[in-house]
């Protein structure tokens, strides 16, 4: 499960550019999980995210 704290992220689309899979789409300058199905937790979002406004949970 792919958790965004909303508080922390800043729209800044890092983690549009670093996920393989398409998971997350910028709407309105706000990111969204678009596809969750999709996430195979390589976790590459998390290391891309500046903020750590990401999670991955088993
Ligand atoms: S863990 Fe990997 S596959 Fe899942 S959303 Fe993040 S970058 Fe994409
Ligand atoms: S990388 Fe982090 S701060 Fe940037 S859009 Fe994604 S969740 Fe938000």
Request: proline share 5%; hydrophobic share 30%; aromatic share 4%.
């Amino acid at each position: 499960m792919i958790k965004i704290d909303k508080e922390k992220c800043s729209g800044c689309g890092n983690c549009v550019e670093a996920c393989p899979f398409g998971v997350f789409e910028i709407e309105d300058g706000k990111i969204i999980v678009k596809h969750p199905e999709k996430c195979r937790k390589c976790r590459a979002c998390v290391s891309a995210c500046p903020n750590n406004a990401i999670e991955i949970e088993d």
